[in-house]
């Protein structure tokens, strides 16, 4: 009992009045993404997958609730070709243009009657022996190999059968051009696609080579200089065809389920039936806005595409116009995201200078700072070294003592100061004399007039000046007292071998100025 009643209760329709708002828009979602239009159906997929969107997408579309979900789509993609995306078959705005072929007079309306249940015994057993050897013998066409293939051959066949030539035609290729319609080379999945992305309409031939019609449907409508012009028009519209007899024609066929040959639909944007009732789902899809059945003129055939087209211009407008009014906000978005990323480069690079500054400043401070107390440590160095040999020199000879000499000599800032010397004695008492004089320069020479030359007085033992550095910048700090005054190696010469046994008046020169 209780198996009876779970399968009354499946078999029962099912409330979707009764739905959560949340789970109403989920069954609008999978209807939009599956195409099945059947409420109840699309509920119990749903309910079956515990109300999952994702899982009940995948449960319809065959990959299973388990298992590596990409794995199962890529062994889809491998094994059969890209399907279709659904669209509304049956929008309210569909127009229909069927031209029947003219019924005969009486006589053939009689006989008409008279076979007509031979015709339907013929039918009926047609239909069973269909249904029982397609299990044996499957067809051929239900098999979509190489959809893209079907198309490229249908499009060759056409050509070859269909476009005329001449043996004074210029090409074969401009022959195609004038006189073929601008076919699309790709499957049906992918016009319509590309159909969705331009914002155009869809027009859609399914040949059947074996229709009566057909040989003069190709002929005079579709490659008269009327319909040619109206497909050319490519800022419009696509035009796709195959042939119902290859897999790609057949599984298209299986979609429009045209009555009667030849067949053209046309397909675009539409209003959203579901989202103008519930708001839910987007405001338009694509949906099989006309039919053409039978055989037409070409002045006919592009009066009824253009009312189809017309009669639906409106959706296309306006999903162009949120198209350019969304390309626009983003265009605008990211101007303003450029230019604020612009401004704000600007702004671092400002704050980078501004910064580099500041360190540039405060490195010039610091070596400003470095630099005067370098010339202060120098100073206090120039003072120590002129206080210890001002303290070290010994006792001058007395004036008048023979092999003595009195020389003078004028400093760079212009005073001057003698000493008389021993010309026996090293010139390195006249070095010293003048280290011990105030205001001596820190590096300086000593020139001679008579004959003018420079005279070597550094001893070789001398420090340089850095050697008197000290802490204390007053220079008022204790230094050695050098009393040794004897001969060395490394003494300069005497003053007589420099010739400096006459009084006269010597140059100290600084070095550093």
Same mark, same amino acid.
């Given at each position: 009992?209780?198996?009876?009643?779970?399968?009354?209760?499946?078999?029962?329709?099912?409330?979707?009045?009764?739905?959560?708002?949340?789970?109403?828009?989920?069954?609008?979602?999978?209807?939009?993404?599956?195409?099945?239009?059947?409420?109840?159906?699309?509920?119990?997929?749903?309910?079956?997958?515990?109300?999952?969107?994702?899982?009940?997408?995948?449960?319809?579309?065959?990959?299973?609730?388990?298992?590596?979900?990409?794995?199962?789509?890529?062994?889809?993609?491998?094994?059969?070709?890209?399907?279709?995306?659904?669209?509304?078959?049956?929008?309210?705005?569909?127009?229909?243009?069927?031209?029947?072929?003219?019924?005969?007079?009486?006589?053939?309306?009689?006989?008409?009657?008279?076979?007509?249940?031979?015709?339907?015994?013929?039918?009926?057993?047609?239909?069973?022996?269909?249904?029982?050897?397609?299990?044996?013998?499957?067809?051929?066409?239900?098999?979509?190999?190489?959809?893209?293939?079907?198309?490229?051959?249908?499009?060759?066949?056409?050509?070859?059968?269909?476009?005329?030539?001449?043996?004074?035609?210029?090409?074969?290729?401009?022959?195609?051009?004038?006189? $073929?319609?601008?076919?699309?080379?790709?499957?049906?999945?992918?016009?319509?696609?590309?159909?969705?992305?331009?914002?155009?309409?869809?027009?859609?031939?399914?040949?059947?080579?074996?229709?009566?019609? $057909?040989?003069?449907?190709?002929?005079?409508?579709?490659?008269?200089?009327?319909?040619?012009?109206?497909?050319?028009?490519?800022?419009?519209?696509?035009?796709?065809?195959?042939?119902?007899?290859?897999?790609?024609?057949?599984?298209?066929?299986?979609?429009?389920?045209?009555?009667?040959?030849?067949?053209?639909?046309?397909?675009?944007?539409?209003?959203?039936?579901?989202?103008?009732?519930?708001?839910?789902?987007?405001?338009?899809?694509?949906?099989?806005?006309?039919?053409?059945?039978?055989?037409?003129?070409?002045?006919?055939?592009?009066?009824?595409?253009?009312?189809?087209?017309?009669?639906?211009?409106?959706?296309?407008?306006?999903?162009?116009?949120?198209?350019?009014?969304?390309?626009?906000?983003?265009?605008?978005?990211?101007?303003?995201?450029?230019?604020?990323?612009?401004?704000?480069?600007?702004?671092?690079?400002?704050?980078?200078?501004?910064?580099?500054? +500041?360190?540039?400043?405060?490195?010039?401070?610091?070596?400003?700072?470095?630099?005067?107390?370098?010339?202060?440590? +120098?100073?206090?160095?120039?003072?120590?070294?002129?206080?210890?040999?001002?303290?070290?020199?010994?006792?001058?000879?007395?004036?008048?003592?023979?092999?003595?000499?009195?020389?003078?000599?004028?400093?760079?800032?212009?005073?001057?100061?003698?000493?008389?010397?021993?010309?026996?004695?090293?010139?390195?008492?006249?070095?010293?004399?003048?280290?011990?004089?105030?205001?001596?320069?820190?590096?300086?020479?000593?020139?001679?007039?008579?004959?003018?030359?420079?005279?070597?007085?550094?001893?070789?033992?001398?420090?340089?000046?850095?050697?008197?550095?000290?802490?204390?910048?007053?220079?008022?700090?204790?230094?050695?007292?050098?009393?040794?005054?004897?001969?060395?190696?490394?003494?300069?010469?005497?003053?007589?071998?420099?010739?400096?046994?006459?009084?006269?008046?010597?140059?100290?020169?600084?070095?550093?100025?």
């Amino acid at each position: 009992m209780a198996s009876v009643g779970a399968e009354d209760a499946r078999d029962a329709p099912y409330d979707v009045s009764a739905l959560s708002e949340a789970k109403r828009r989920d069954l609008h979602h999978f209807k939009d993404i599956s195409g099945i239009a059947d409420d109840d159906c699309a509920a119990r997929i749903l309910e079956e997958s515990d109300w999952n969107l994702e899982h009940a997408v995948h449960k319809f579309m065959g990959l299973g609730e388990s298992g590596n979900l990409a794995g199962a789509a890529r062994r889809r993609s491998q094994n059969r070709p890209e399907n279709p995306a659904p669209i509304d078959l049956a929008p309210p705005n569909l127009l229909v243009f069927r031209r029947d072929r003219p019924i005969g007079g009486w006589f053939q309306t009689f006989l008409n009657i008279l076979l007509s249940p031979i015709y339907f015994t013929y039918n009926v057993f047609s239909s069973i022996i269909s249904t029982f050897t397609s299990f044996l013998w499957p067809d051929p066409r239900t098999l979509v190999t190489d959809p893209l293939g079907d198309v490229r051959n249908f499009i060759d066949t056409f050509k070859q059968t269909y476009a005329p030539v001449s043996e004074d035609s210029i090409s074969t290729d401009t022959i195609e051009r004038n006189t $073929t319609p601008p076919f699309f080379e790709g499957t049906y999945a992918q016009a319509l696609q590309e159909a969705k992305r331009s914002l155009r309409f869809l027009i859609v031939y399914l040949h059947c080579g074996s229709h009566e019609d $057909t040989e003069e449907f190709c002929r005079q409508t579709l490659q008269h200089p009327i319909t040619l012009a109206f497909l050319n028009d490519t800022q419009q519209c696509i035009f796709w065809a195959c042939d119902i007899n290859s897999p790609e024609g057949y599984r298209t066929s299986q979609i429009f389920r045209e009555h009667s040959y030849p067949f053209v639909g046309v397909i675009g944007l539409s209003v959203n039936r579901a989202h103008s009732s519930s708001s839910y789902g987007p405001p338009s899809r694509m949906a099989l806005l006309g039919r053409i059945e039978g055989l037409v003129s070409a002045t006919d055939f592009v009066e009824q595409l253009s009312n189809i087209i017309n009669n639906n211009q409106t959706a296309l407008l306006a999903a162009r116009a949120e198209r350019e009014e969304r390309d626009f906000t983003n265009r605008l978005r990211r101007e303003q995201d450029e230019a604020y990323a612009a401004s704000l480069a600007a702004d671092r690079a400002k704050d980078a200078e501004r910064t580099a500054a +500041l360190e540039a400043e405060a490195a010039r401070a610091r070596e400003a700072a470095d630099a005067e107390a370098r010339r202060q440590q +120098l100073e206090v160095a120039r003072r120590r070294r002129q206080q210890r040999w001002h303290r070290s020199l010994p006792q001058q000879p007395p004036q008048g003592t023979p092999g003595t000499v009195k020389l003078s000599t004028k400093l760079p800032n212009g005073n001057r100061a003698e000493r008389i010397f021993s010309t026996q004695d090293s010139v390195k008492h006249l070095y010293y004399f003048i280290i011990s004089q105030e205001g001596a320069p820190k590096n300086f020479d000593i020139e001679a007039n008579f004959p003018k030359r420079i005279l070597d007085c550094r001893p070789a033992d001398e420090s340089d000046i850095e050697d008197y550095l000290s802490t204390d910048v007053s220079g008022d700090a204790n230094v050695s007292k050098s009393d040794d005054w004897t001969p060395k190696t490394g003494d300069p010469p005497s003053f007589e071998a420099l010739n400096l046994t006459n009084p006269e008046l010597l140059f100290v020169l600084d070095r550093d100025a």
